[in-house]
């Protein structure tokens, strides 16, 4: 008869390896994190962007058939109100930007409208932010410009 003293049977994997293992996959979650994080912005930033767009073709055929652009917000209510889209994404639960339509800075709402994509609200995705370009500015004039320090928020 053999002896079973001294062999051990092969039957799964030690702490020692699962402890290696577990440590591997923390440090590459931990160098993958940010990149991450960076792209989910990236990515709510374009699409707040080709919303604005989107919303400025909308205003620019109601100014064609009225005169005047239309201002607008996430809480306005009224004749032409729900026609505009106040969030960037499917939903406003999924969006992060809240997108709002007035007057230009130092002109009525007849002549010039600007769309501000501002991120984060109560009204949209609340823990979103975009620390780089804040809040998005689109003008009927044509000029795109963010409030943040970013030198390239607008691609």
């Known amino acids: 008869m053999k002896s079973r003293i001294g062999r051990r049977a092969a039957a799964g994997f030690t702490l020692t390896e699962l402890l290696v293992t577990v440590g591997i996959a923390g440090i590459l979650a931990a160098f993958a994190y940010p990149g991450f ?46 026609a505009f889209r106040w969030w960037s994404g499917t939903s406003p639960a999924r969006s992060g ?7 230009c800075d130092d002109q ?16 949209v995705d609340v ?21 943040g320090r970013g030198q390239r928020c607008w691609r």
């Open 37 to 82: 994080q960076d792209h989910l912005v990236r990515t709510r930033r374009t699409e707040a962007q080709a919303a604005l767009q989107r919303l400025m073709q909308q205003e620019e055929r109601y100014f064609t058939l009225h005169n005047r652009y239309f201002a607008f917000a996430s809480d306005a209510a009224g004749a032409g109100a729900p």
């Open 97 to 103: 930007y809240e997108i709002e339509a007035r007057a």
């Open 108 to 123: 009525p709402i007849e002549q010039c409208v600007q769309l501000v994509a501002t991120p984060g609200t109560p009204r």
């Open 127 to 147: 823990t979103f932010r975009d620390p780089q370009c804040e809040r998005l500015i689109l003008t009927s004039t044509g000029e795109r410009r963010a409030t």
